[in-house]
């Protein structure tokens, strides 16, 4: 099985230098885009059906074929990494930008090409203390090597690129709310359209991909379309990670045909359940994504499989409900979450997610009254799509409203016993 | 007004951005790291040095979680709290950090050693729980472990409160 994301990955050891990187084959693809057209490498990335790793599984080259090319674009023209990655139980990025910073490097450079960026920026969430230092030294060697500043490789195409450290907010994961923070203002999300592509970063255009999306780039340039399309077991092109966390025997991350099961992921790779613990149910991809059960554990993990069954991709790095957590109190902590890193923009978002939050908390506290289930279930189909400004509250809703379908029974009895039985 | 170690960090991070008014964060960033926390003043020296409102960089220091608008400890705890460390016994480790230091969630010790912050995902959802304390990660916690670093942040202190009663002040005055 080819993981040509992490190949050059070994835990606990330093990521590849310059040198090793490229002794590895690395910045092949990025020199034979060079001698391609733009549009070339478009098609490429087209043909190899590469989509968005961020969570929403949008095509990549159909994100890129927005933005004006040719003399009369405006410029310059930005392409930023999404290193954000604050979606809660989603730890996967993080992998990529400490085990291979150059790998990503690469994947900006040929991309930003594709579109023919002038610059480029690295959008990393703070915490991430680790990738930043890596990070700065890759480019560094970029720069010192060629393949960043002006004329690279004495291709003609410059593209300066810059590494933003965020102050940390989750909103700033949303991409219009990622240019504002980059502008320097708060992390509000704009009205689409203008998209990005067309005014994006100081009302230029703009094109913003996932660290993931970014880092399966030069392997479609160095093997080809039809190569990635044979690593996946779906439609959708290359591998994934996927990741899990919870009451497991061996949480972890791992690099896998996009497709592979949950059941494989969870029984082979993450050892199953610990001693003493049942799976009730998982998030598949992160906090914003529709709870499953035990009867999906067959789904593949892929964008359209998991969405016609009810749920989401997403991030791809699942959190575990065990048979010992109460479900309502994990509900709390999501909604808890969302409520809090709601923006404050749009009305149904942040007075609708406090409204759930405290709900919640009252079900916990054993004040919960059989109106609450309506008034959730409501609330659930409000902060659904359509109804606020950007998504958040959606994201938020996929846990609340699949909670109350497959927990039902967890919410009464924490009604009638008037108190939360798991504590 | 902004020291001139603060001017000279804010200068170098300049050519990543086309204006000033994008520098802002970059800014705050840094008079946090030299002052500890953002205070009125912080916000007044950096507004009158990239030339923006202080009402309008008010409103954006308070919009991030890591920007501190209220003075801080010597040591920032930031307790994550997001799904999987909720559910691999966040509750049990922040009642144990109430009982050990004295402090709640925003509070900071007597002796101004710790703050202790709720924090958002901190992508150890394998390791979890979580947490860090200023730039170092800590994971897989439990209680005893969690004494046993708290124990080195103290022990530090002692060290460093000894070293500085030995060696007598130089005369030479940091920055205001």
Known sequence: METPLTRNITLGKMPPDFAQYEKAGGYAALRKALRMAPGEVMAAVKEANLRGRGGAGFPTAQKWSFVPMGDDAPHPKYLICNADEMEPGTFKDRLLLEGDPHQLLEGMIVSAYAVQADVSYIFLRWAYKLA???????????????????????????????????????????????LNALEGKRANPRAKPPYPQVSGLWGKPTVVNNVETLCCVPHILNHGAAWFKNLSRSGDGGTKLYGVSGRVKKPGLWELPMGTT????????????????????????????????????????????????????????????????????????????????????????????????QILKGLEDGKGQVSDLERL??????????????????????????????????????????????? | ??????????????????????????????VQAHRGWV????????????QMAAAELEGVATFYN?????????HVILLCDSVSCWIMGYDGLREHLHARLGIGLGETTADGCFTLLPNVCLGACDHAPAMMIDSAHYQDLDPAG??????????????????????????????P
């Open chain 1, 377 to 423: 279930q409501s609330h659930a189909r409000l902060l659904g799509p359509g109804h606020t400004f950007c998504a958040l509250a959606p994201g938020a809703a996929e846990p609340l409203q699949s909670g109350l379908k497959y927990f039902g029974d967890d919410f009464d009895r924490h009604i009638h016993e008037k108190r939360c039985p798991w504590k």
């Open chain 2, 146 to 175: 969690i004494d046993e670093i708290l124990a080195k942040y103290q022990m530090n202190e002692i060290r460093e409160e000894k070293k500085e009663k030995r060696e007598p002040p130089d005369g030479n005055t940091a920055d």
């Open chain 1, 262 to 357: 949950i059941r494989e992921i969870l029984e082979e790779h993450a050892g199953g359940m610990r001693d003493g613990y049942q799976l009730r149910g998982l998030l598949p991809g992160g906090a914003s994504t529709d709870f499953m059960v035990a009867d999906h554990l067959d789904v593949a993990m892929d964008f359209d499989s998991m969405q016609a069954a009810g749920s989401r991709l997403g991030t791809g790095t699942m959190i575990i409900l065990d048979d010992k957590t109460c479900p309502v109190g994990m509900l709390h902590n999501l909604e808890h979450f969302f409520a809090q890193e709601s923006c404050g923009w749009c009305t149904p978002c942040w007075s609708g997610l406090s409204w759930v939050e």
């Open chain 2, 1 to 30: 007004m902004l020291s001139e170690q603060e001017r000279h960090e804010i200068e170098a991070q300049s050519h990543h951005y086309p204006n000033n008014r994008a520098l802002c964060i970059e800014a705050l960033k840094i």
């Open chain 1, 132 to 178: 930043a230092q890596r990070l700065e030294q890759a480019i560094a060697e970029a720069y010192r090597q060629g393949y960043l500043g002006r004329n690279i490789a004495g291709s003609g195409y410059s593209l300066e690129l810059h590494l933003h450290v965020s102050a940390g907010r989750y909103m700033c994961g949303e991409e219009t709310a990622l």
């Open chain 2, 39 to 50: 205070s009125d003043e912080g916000i007044a020296d950096v507004a009158e040095a990239l």
């Open chain 2, 66 to 74: 890591m920007i501190f608008r209220k003075p801080v400890g010597r």
